[in-house]
């Protein structure tokens, strides 16, 4: 996300950044709300620079931005220029009315980009095992367990849950699940969604090599499966796929799809390389792991980041850990937050009592702070 050798470089903000009421100023024009926000541009000095037609001043004795080398060039110097955004998608251009060089760059301006939280939970199988397994006494999905604890949480906070599922585990595939519970699915599809994760949960990063043909099948499986037995209206065109993995191709074909978004980690592993984090790499992974969310525009691929793994934390550890991402006005809009769901059960090896009081916990800080429950898509994707 640094410089290039380009004469006009964008430095704040950056292609596919995704901006919210707290990267700038909210102004009223003429009853019509805009984001007034700097944008700063490293350029050779002497240039006659406009923004968006805003004549861009120089920003003395200021050189660097964000550790970037691009200014480190003495013929280089800051411009900086405050201009409105007005809608969802913004491009931003950069001119040298000396030479006539410009160049462009597309951002997003989310306007209900803050105080929302979703809760998704991946490597779902286990249950609907149980349900297609006790079909004939179960009268409910949330006579199974598992479901039965983030009904009270719904019922409690409102909050909204997005499912992320395997097709096999074993002695069971999805095929294997009853419809009988179809209407039900339905009638929750307010606050539930159900996509596609993976094939299986073994090996590790699955789709860490794969073809546009292997992700296209395995997508398919799942999500055929999920229309049969639960209906279209608990799809959503965001996922996680498991361990956040993907090639550009295979994620070309999840866009192929209609997957628009991917979340994940954007992080980096103990040795420096970018984990839980699909085809991105080291520039963008750097630049996404201190925002909420960045757009791959030349893939049409919206990336956004969780903010908090609640079962990789203690019960007491919970309320700690979001109230220090809340600090930080560019991670905080929206506060995405993530579950898996094998500590649910006892019999796995690293079986989490505090289930239930963990994912209560989280909700309710959410609810307490302000947040509301939402989907990704309602606030993320154009409207």
Known sequence: ????????????????????????????????????????????????????????????????????????????????????????????????????????????????????????????????????????????????????????????????????????TEGFNLSQMTDKYKKEWQANADWIRLTFHALQEFPDKPYENSSYEEMKRDYLLVTNEIIRFAGEELLSPITTTHWGSATLEGARALRSLGIKGLVGYFKFDNEGKPFVSYYAGKDVVNHLSKRDCWKDNEEAIMFIRHDIVLNALKLEEVVPYLENIKKDPHQSGIMEMLIHEQYFYDYYQAYIPEFKEILMTAAGWATENGYKPTFLSDIILEK
């Open 1 to 168: 996300m640094c410089c290039t050798d380009n004469y006009l470089e964008f430095l704040s903000p950056v292609d596919g950044d995704v901006l919210n009421e707290f990267d700038g100023e909210i102004k009223d024009e003429k009853g019509h709300k805009v984001l007034e926000i700097r944008v700063k541009v490293a350029a050779p000095a002497g240039c006659n620079l406009k923004i968006n037609g805003v004549p861009a001043a120089t920003v003395i004795g200021q050189r660097s931005i964000d550790s970037c080398t691009c200014l480190s060039n003495d013929n280089n110097m800051l411009y900086e220029a405050t201009i409105a955004l007005d809608g969802y998608r913004n491009t931003i251009v950069a001119k040298d009315d000396n030479t006539g060089i410009e160049s462009k760059m597309v951002i997003y301006w989310l306007k209900e980009g803050t105080g929302k939280y979703r809760i998704s939970v991946d490597d779902n199988i286990w249950f609907l095992r149980d349900l297609a397994k006790n079909s004939n006494i179960y009268k409910s999905i949330f006579y199974n367990p598992y479901m039965k604890v983030y009904k009270d949480v719904h019922d409690k906070y409102g909050t909204k849950f997005h499912f992320n599922l395997f097709y096999q």
